[in-house]
T-cell receptor, first 113, second 112 residues
Framework: GAVVSQHPSWVICKSGTSVKIECRSLDFQATTMFWYRQFPKQSLMLMATSNEGSKATYEQGVEKDKFLINHASLTLSTLTVTSAHPEDSSFYIC?????????FGEGSWLTVV | ELKVEQNPLFLSMQEGKNYTIYCNYS?????LYWYRQDPGKSLESLFV?????AVKQEGRLMASLDTKARLSTLHITAAVHDLSATYFCAVDIVGSNYKLTFGKGTLLTVNP
């Protein structure tokens, strides 16, 4: 099946700093990717839809100025958490659409200290 | 707004027993997904159900879909410890192009 890779797998950053998470489609081109957030022992919540070459579409309640999404190429979308705070600590998962369906990345653990 | 409800949220069962997890959703959907998630890991795709009456089986797991009732079930047969995980159902609205809404998940613990 198609492979979606995220980097880093885990990251620790200091409060107030920014951190970038990458989502790559390794063997296919993806015009659309999705970013989800999952807090411990909770379900996945869609944050935004990332569209190649255009602005991301954010879900209600998600701050677009805090969670910057860039989808500059057909194989890469990035999520930047700006001015991170401990409450942003979470598991971030991306997914990408191919002709064969939907595939999820391995996820990225973010801990803000 | 699409709502997806799973039950039970917690399920503790003994090895060898059968059980069913239920997933109800509130509006017409294109696709119904079942995923497995192990602690600290991402999602593993189990089944994608596309049409009314669809039934898919893989090993001890069988999923079915009733679009008229807006209900999907994940049936576990003769559970084994390795099935212990969290199971999520997810639905995407007609025309939303794979934008998924997830249920809260069912934490399954299979005890020896």
């Amino acid at each position: 099946g198609a492979v979606v890779s995220q980097h880093p797998s885990w990251v620790i950053c200091k409060s107030g700093t920014s951190v970038k998470i990458e989502c790559r489609s390794l063997d296919f081109q993806a015009t659309t990717m999705f970013w989800y957030r999952q807090f411990p022992k909770q379900s996945l919540m869609l944050m935004a839809t990332s569209n190649e070459g255009s602005k991301a579409t954010y879900e209600q309640g998600v701050e677009k100025d805090k969670f910057l999404i860039n989808h500059a190429s057909l194989t890469l979308s990035t999520l930047t958490v700006t001015s991170a705070h401990p409450e942003d600590s979470s598991f971030y998962i991306c997914s990408a659409i191919t002709t064969g369906g939907l595939y999820f990345g391995e996820g990225s653990w973010l801990t803000v200290v | 707004e699409l709502k997806v409800e799973q039950n039970p949220l917690f399920l503790s069962m003994q090895e060898g027993k059968n059980y069913t997890i239920y997933c109800n959703y509130s509006t017409t959907s294109d696709r119904l997904y079942w995923y497995r998630q192990d602690p600290g890991k991402s999602l593993e795709s189990l089944f994608v159900l596309l049409s009314n009456g669809a039934v898919k089986q893989e090993g001890r797991l069988m999923a079915s879909l009733d679009t008229k009732a807006r209900l999907s079930t994940l049936h576990i047969t003769a559970a084994v410890h390795d099935l212990s995980a969290t199971y999520f159902c997810a639905v995407d609205i007609v025309g939303s192009n794979y934008k998924l809404t997830f249920g809260k998940g069912t934490l399954l613990t299979v005890n020896p």
